[in-house]
């Protein structure tokens, strides 16, 4: 185990000074996300344009360093990709979570993907592995529009 | 399977109880616990304690993973289809009374029916009873047929159009039936009705296999099946799980509390209201492990010829009346001596370490219909022989000496 | 009092935890276990096993012995008058939603009205929510106040004609506050309502005694009293548990049954269906043996010494905050640090050996209140030392360097 | 433990030829007895005349040798006592199969005492007292008349 491999700079950096944060105006997608466990939550908000394009996104919540860094890098890189790459890129950030070791997909540029491989270090700490995904899952389920809130319970 | 082996895992059997060898003979009741049991719930409470499921430090995560790792033992072990399907309780008594609790809640209107056998325990009796109090819903009762077996033929004859739920025995804890729960549930799935089981004593004896039964519902009393007190599992369908309502409310059942409402927790925490019954699940893997080691087709071929060597001692023996003649018989031999009252019958035989159980059993409706107020078990465990047959025969006869019969 | 000869007897502290010296403060989640009451386990399941109060053979009858046992010990340990008003669960979330069950069955009308505090964990929330579903029941919250403790008067301001029921903690688990329950129940008394006393962590931090509290129900929790996972105790005064029906049903809690017609049996037999757990019954007096062995006296004034030692070194760290500054304050430390999420709190100092819990600690409506999503618990046992704190206290300091503040 | 001291010549020709088995007529006091543990039951029926003397007693019911043996027993001594003897015969039963080396009452006669002690038996038998106490407890709650159910789990 080793902390410093959990709380790297980055995340950090991003915990102290999420970006995103907030409520995007003129969003038409949104979903909500709770941890049980611990009270943290998360409410995804986005824009998918005509394009199918995420034109706008932010999040509003509250969590630990790990949650808020997560949810920040999330909404960073997601922005501007289409509805598909942007569902790619939540499978394959949860996958390595839960067990690849490296993040398979052509989408994202090298240092987006070194940004996102700090989160990696939940991997050494199960119960934190909830927080890295919760904003993730939120996401996805605000994509598809489902309505259903997200529990990270299980 | 070499039965001297599996003794030697028990360390009961190294005691004498008031000078004798303990002839086990109430395992319907409560099995005895292998060693492996015992020692895990010791090195977990000494090594490894925490609370499950709610701290996030070492102990606690790994606490929590061991207990999942037991819903998961069981999951396989009983073959259900998914992990959450498994809900710890405290027993197989409140397993059937939260299934009776949240139908009662969320589909049982007055008037409906509740099909039940006369072979039910009170634990899969009362707490429907408890709905025929608050919502006025009936319930009726299978008839046994003159050797103590319910034939499907008897179910189908009460089946209306009111019938909701058949709750129902998978082996009778006195007569030894075991009931064809897989054609049962046909029937009953192909008339929209819920089928809940009562496996406490399918749990030890027979093979579970809850994709093919197909059931709704099976209740599973853990200390039966050489686990530790104070546990139960409740396998419910999904689907089932998903739409009742939670049965007992509490921490770690909860998704999001506000001072004007509530929502419930995801499965299987919906079910699992407060602290659990933590080390016992964690032990529980290990009985799991006993039983897969030696595995449940030879125990049955065990149990079967002790059943068979015991029917057959028993018949011979005149004055003993043998109570029931199922087709298919697990694990339970129960009985009456002419002249002798089942207490006395328990304590003669107890007087030399044979230790079985007298009374109604907790079937009082079933001692009814067969016109007895009380009889005398003997029930098995994987760890009995023949000789503890014999023995329980000698007793028997010694009875009838003392009565002077 | 000697705590190193205290800390010897919990076998947990031998252990390293990923190379650490166990500093275990999350004991009111659940305490470890002394070795008296898992030996005590280990020799009834290995020696003297049997079920309960069914069977009549020797076995049978000792661990029946042996368990009622533990009534009249508890009995004795919390000043109960009979001990019929002794009541095993399987933990005091059961008991609760035990009495808020019953009551709702026997004496609840629509528009009644429960009154709760905000400093309720769930499981003193829920069960009266679920009333409030089925049966159209209000629910009032008595607020804190600055120091997270609850005056009588912000009580009796909530009291209308419409209070059937106060619902309340003896000492909550995340401000520590000790609440006035003689106090309480003298004014609920003198309006005609129900006292219920959520016990959980009066249980291992405060005297109890029943008779001088008064109060009508009082629940407890075995496992954070150095006694084994699932189990309970509700303690209940004769008068209501006579008069309210019964909870779960089953096994050993009828009188006769009938196709037709159920009548119960009398307590303690009435509110224990089923197969209780057995061997942790049995144990707990081991754990009832043990704090009699040291002395609540001994075991308040040496936790009151760590808790005013805890609340000054943490008041001496900056952007440490305590939550809460109740006037009376038992086994609890709650706070938070400026900057640094309870969770990465709990992460850090679990690296060295530091055992806390963070979140909501099953009371979200009190985290509302104060207005954070969760805090960081620090609490006691009798067998924490200064030094414990010292190494919480550097812990956090570390959690400072870390987020760099 | 001794089978022989609880399973007495005396009580085995009660438990097998119970005395005042039936339903007495012109009864006017009644209780019945249960054992929820066994379904043991016990239906006590009694005569008190206008002076307050036991005119007729019997009971219904079926159990074990001991429980039936006693009932036998009982009915046998209580017949013709006045109902304060009765009271007192009750009482010094129970003390003595509860705790008292010997009966203390001065109502029985010698031979009467000597076939009550033979119930004492059960005393080494902690799960069959309430076999032998059940037809008393029941007698008492008949006597008193308050129709209560006895049952005698605790
Ligand atoms: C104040 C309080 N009430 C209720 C509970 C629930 O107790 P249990 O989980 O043992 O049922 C707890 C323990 O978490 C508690 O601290
Ligand atoms: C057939 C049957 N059902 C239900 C029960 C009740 O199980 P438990 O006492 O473990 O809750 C038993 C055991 O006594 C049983 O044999």
Redesign the pocket.
């Known amino acids: 185990m080793n902390l410093k491999e959990l709380y790297q700079e980055i995340i950090l950096e991003h915990g102290k000074n999420p970006r995103n944060l907030g409520k995007t105006e003129n969003f038409n997608k949104d979903a909500k996300g709770n941890n049980p466990l611990c009270g943290d939550n998360v409410h995804v908000y986005l824009k998918l344009n005509d394009q199918r394009k995420v034109e706008d996104i932010s999040f509003e919540g509250s969590g630990c360093a790990i949650s808020m860094a997560s949810a920040s890098i999330m909404t960073d890189l997601i922005k501007g990709k289409s509805d598909n790459e942007a569902k790619e890129i939540i499978e394959d950030f949860l996958g390595m979570i839960k067990e690849n070791p490296e993040l398979k997909n052509n989408i994202l540029k090298e240092d987006d993907k070194t940004k996102l491989m700090c989160l990696s270090g939940v991997k050494q700490y199960p119960m934190r592995v909830k927080c890295a995904t919760l904003s993730w899952h939120t996401l996805l389920s605000a994509m598809e529009n489902d309505g259903k809130e997200i529990t990270t319970e299980n | 399977m070499n039965i001297n082996n599996i003794r030697k895992e028990f360390p009961i059997f190294d005691e004498k109880i008031q000078n004798n060898d303990l002839v086990y003979l109430d395992s319907?009741?409560?099995s005895q616990k292998p060693k492996v049991v015992l020692d895990r719930i010791n090195d977990f409470y000494s090594k490894q304690f925490s609370n499950v499921g709610r701290s996030i430090h070492y102990l606690a995560v790994a606490a929590t993973n061991l207990y999942e790792n037991t819903r998961t033992s069981v999951q396989k072990y009983i073959n259900a289809k998914d992990k959450n399907e498994i809900v710890f309780t405290?027993?197989?008594?409140?397993?059937?009374n939260l299934v009776a609790n949240t139908l009662g809640q969320a589909i049982l209107e007055p008037n409906d029916e509740i099909l039940i056998t006369e072979l039910?325990?009170?634990?899969?009796y009362v707490p429907w009873h408890f709905l025929r109090k608050s919502k006025n819903i009936k319930i009726k009762f299978a008839e046994i047929n003159e050797d103590g077996d319910i034939p499907i033929e008897n179910i189908e004859k009460e089946i209306t159009d009111k019938t909701k739920v058949i709750a129902i025995?998978h082996?009778?804890?006195v007569t030894g039936a075991v009931l064809p729960i897989k054609e049962i549930t046909q029937l009953a799935h192909s008339k929209g009705i819920v089928v809940v089981v009562?496996g406490?004593?399918g749990g030890p004896h027979l093979k579970l296999d809850m994709q093919d039964l197909d059931c709704d519902f099976y209740?599973i009393?853990?200390?039966?099946m050489y686990g530790p007190t104070g546990l139960?599992v409740l396998y419910g369908k999904k689907k089932w799980l998903e739409q009742l309502p939670p049965y007992q409310g509490g921490g770690g059942m909860i998704n999001e509390v506000k001072k004007d409402r509530i929502s419930y927790g995801e499965l299987p925490n919906k079910y699992e209201a407060g602290t659990m019954a933590t080390a016992q699940v964690i032990a529980f893997d290990q009985s799991i492990k006993f039983l897969e080691s030696i595995g449940i087709d030879n125990i049955i071929k065990h149990e079967k010829e002790l059943i068979e060597y015991g029917q057959e001692i028993l018949k011979k023996n005149n004055s003993v009346k043998l109570i029931g003649n199922p087709k298919d018989r697990g694990g339970v031999l129960s009985f009456t001596v002419e002249g002798v009252h089942p207490h006395d019958i328990a304590t003669i035989l107890d007087e030399t370490g044979v230790a079985i159980r007298a009374g109604h059993?907790?079937c009082q409706i079933l001692h009814d219909k067969l016109g007895i107020p009380a009889s005398a078990r003997a029930s098995l465990g994987v760890y009995n022989t023949k000789d503890d047959l014999d023995k329980l025969n000698e007793g028997i006869n010694n009875c009838k000496k003392i009565f002077d019969l």
């Open positions: 319907a009741n409560s405290k027993g197989a008594t409140e397993a059937l039910e325990h009170h634990s899969n025995t082996l009778s804890n009562d406490c004593q209740a009393s853990c200390h039966k139960g059993h907790c």
